[in-house]
């Protein structure tokens, strides 16, 4: 069974950056596209960005110029760096992709989350 594994939350002051990971492991083929998703207290999930397998990249306006999604299909790893970061993006984040297992399946997954704080 695969997974998807988040790490690099925490508490950052305004202005400040930090790095998300996203591992997969356990029984893996190989990854589609990927996704960084967003959840603040009271409000919806949010896309804030996606990549293809290929590398194309898709931001939420809020986070343009901010942000950077990354992959690197050989460690099956996804990574958002964020900089210049505000109380705004405060909020859970969430990371999404979908596995192949075997070449012919592919299955959606979500991480745990993990809490990024924004705040002096």
């Known amino acids: 069974q695969a997974q998807l594994v988040e790490s690099g939350g925490g508490l950052v002051q305004p202005g400040g950056s930090l790095r998300l990971s996203c591992a997969a492991s356990?029984?893996?083929?190989?990854?589609?596209?990927m996704g960084w998703y967003r959840q603040a207290p009271g409000k919806q999930r949010e896309l804030v960005a996606d990549?293809?397998?290929?590398?194309?990249?898709n931001y939420a306006d809020s986070v343009k110029g901010r942000f950077t999604i990354s992959r690197d299909n050989v460690k099956s790893t996804g990574y958002l760096q964020m900089n210049n970061l505000k109380p705004d993006d405060t909020a859970v984040y969430y990371c999404?992709?979908?596995?192949?297992?075997?070449?012919?399946?592919?299955?959606?997954?979500w991480g745990q989350g993990t809490q990024v704080t924004v705040s002096s």
């Open positions: 990549i293809t397998v290929g590398g194309l990249a």
């Open positions: 356990g029984t893996i083929f190989s990854l589609d596209g």
């Open positions: 999404n992709a979908n596995i192949r297992p075997q070449r012919s399946v592919s299955v959606n997954f």
